[in-house]
Structure formats: C-alpha cells, structure tokens
C-alpha cells in the first residue's frame, strides 16, 4: 500500500516546487505525535487516538512505531535527495552555481518540508539496521555536496583545506533550520536559503566580499 508520496516535478527546475505533502492519515498523525512528544514518549495507542483507530487497524497498516518512524525518515530523504541531485544537474560545468543551488534546495526543503526534516533528531531510537539504510540514503546528499566543493577546490573555486569537513560543517548548519523555522515566521523559504547561500558561500570562500 502506498504510505506517503511526493510527486517529483518533470521540469528542470522543479526541484524549487513543493506541493503539499501528501501523507496518509495515519503518518500525518504519526509525524505530530513524534515531534510534539519526541519517539521515545510517543505511544502507538496515542497516534491511533489522533486517526481514530483503534491499535489493531494501526497495525494491520504498519509492524509498529519504529515502522512509523521509518516511513517517515525515508519519505524525506528520499524527496531531499532528488531534489540536491536535480539541483547540481541544473548547472553542469560551474562548482559554483551547483554550490548555491545544492545549498538551496537543501534549505528549501528543510523549511518547506520542516515537519519531516525535524525528525532527524529522532534517528537514535532506530535500530541498527533501520539507522544504517537511513544512513545510507542521508549519504547521499553529503556525497554530492562533497563532490561539488571537491570540483569547486581543484579549480579556485573555492579556498577551503578540507572539502569533506566543509561539507559536514554547511549540512549541520542546514540541517539546523527544521529545529527553528516556522511556516509563520517573518522570512519565507525563499528569503532564509538566500542567507544561508550567503553564508556557506563565505564558508568557502567563494562570496564576492571575500573576492579581490
């Protein structure tokens, strides 16, 4: 049964369009009880109560709460990491322009899709195995930032000693923004990946103040 879907755009540029999120009644519960109560507090009879189930349907649906988690983590990843793979494809041959918009529709997600992207903070609870195919698929999104800064250090492009640790660095900052946003905050998506496009590119010393 189909749990959750994001429809991919077919457009080029399509990896700046989010639609809404189309998640089933039972994942849209179980996506609010694990950011109000954290997953180690939610409880299963506590989403089933949110649907209006009872735990045995809730089952018949998903193994149990940690499969809940799991949907959710790889809806995600999944939607991040097209979009970051369609973003570096939009500017072949410039590290720099792959860099912002890479860094772009990291931050684009992570607001627009903040209810998701929150959720990584609950990856401790998943066991071994569930934690490495999350890994696994994050990885993704850390490879093709780590190999456009590559590019972009071989070149001078950017002045950085580490692309690996760069990479981590910027993804932690980016990362940061579902733990705070609000969908009715003063900046829109939009507004808050231009300033953090500004910030990680003086992180590599790539911004135009830092350029003789």
Known sequence: MAQASAAKPDAASGWRDFGPLELTPILDAAVDEFRESGFHGATVRQIARRVGMTVP?????????????????????????????????????????????????IVLHM??????????????????????????RRKTVETVLTEVIETGSREGTFTIADPVETSRALLGMCQSVARWYHADGPLSPEEIAARYVDIALMTVGAHPRLQR
Do not use: C, M
């Open 57 to 105: 349907a809730l089952y018949y649906h998903h193994e149990n709460k940690e499969g809940l988690l799991v949907a959710l983590l790889e809806l995600g990843t999944s939607e991040v990491a097209w979009r970051v793979r369609a973003a570096a494809r939009e500017a072949p041959g410039s590290p720099r322009d792959q860099f912002v918009n890479v860094i772009e529709a």
């Open 111 to 136: 607001t627009y899709r903040f209810r998701l992207a929150a959720l990584d903070s609950e990856t401790r609870y998943l066991s071994p195995s569930n934690r490495r195919r999350y890994s696994a």
